[in-house]
């Protein structure tokens, strides 16, 4: 790894969801609406976007109804094959420092919950060479869910920090501090408020948590599925009804051009 500074940064394409891709394409949330309209407006140019680590694409879909065009990048051919097809869309099978898109042609580059995974120097190189004077990069993230009940959210927290936690990658410390300890590229912009919501049954909240890098790298290590065993807590909590289950983002943005000189 290039930069060595930062004891939460992963080795380059450390391959966390290949096995999954299919199960992380039908579980993981859909960001807002409100999100994608606003990077947008703040592009101004809508012509071409590029989605860098797209995985399955759920970032992808809601840039594609904002530009012309999106190419969406990820280094897992697995996570690519999962993709929703979409005209708009052109998924490629591409590291995040090499995209193989023209210098200055990019409108808005993207990095959804996966900037933690990525050399963020050789990333941000390679971003600064594809946008245009005047484009946007924004990087983003979520953390913990919040399931709007004291006792449920006690126990994904216990989940979390302890079952699992001795097993995520290196990096997620990155994602629990909002990216905000990473150095960006360009002067930033302050963004305002975005979250995820969904309504989901018990058994869709726990198809999203087997999505988790720390739950495939538990059961691999222990032949134990530490998920089974929460559910009965989870259930005797959560009962019948779909549930409200939200997850706050940390959005950091930035300008090129000659405001970063």
Not at 24 to 36: G, N
Not at 107 to 124: G, I, K, N, R, S
Request: with cysteine; hydrophobic share 45%.
């Amino acid at each position: 790894m290039p930069s060595s500074t930062n004891p939460d940064q992963p080795s380059p394409f450390a391959d966390h969801f290949s096995a999954g891709a299919a199960r992380y394409a039908a579980a993981r949330p859909r960001y807002p609406e409100a999100l994608f309209a606003y990077l947008a407006g703040i592009a101004g140019r809508h012509e071409i976007a590029w989605d860098c680590a797209a995985g399955t694409g759920q970032a992808s879909i809601g840039l594609a109804g904002h530009f012309v065009r999106v190419v969406a990048t990820d280094a897992s051919a697995a996570q690519i094959a999962a993709a929703a097809p979409d005209p708009r869309i052109e998924y490629r099978v591409a590291p995040a420092d090499s995209s193989g898109l023209a210098a200055g042609s990019i409108d808005l580059v993207t990095v959804a919950q996966a900037l933690h995974w990525l050399d963020v120097p050789a990333f941000y190189r390679e971003a600064r060479r594809v946008l245009r004077p005047g484009g946007v990069l924004a990087v983003w993230t979520y953390g913990l869910q919040r399931l709007g009940d004291a006792a449920l959210d006690a126990l994904l927290l216990e989940f979390y920090r302890d079952t699992v936690g001795p097993f995520w990658p290196a990096g997620r410390g990155l994602v629990d501090t909002g990216y905000r300890t990473l150095p960006f590229p360009f002067p930033e912009l302050d963004p305002p408020h975005f979250e995820m919501t969904v309504c989901w049954t018990l058994p869709q909240f726990l198809m999203y948590v087997r999505t988790w890098s720390a739950v495939a790298r538990f059961q691999a290590a222990r032949d134990l599925d530490p998920v089974a065993a929460l559910e009965p807590a989870l259930s005797a909590c959560w009962g019948a009804k779909a549930r409200a289950v939200s997850w706050p983002l940390t959005l950091r943005l930035g300008r090129s051009g000659d405001a970063s000189r």
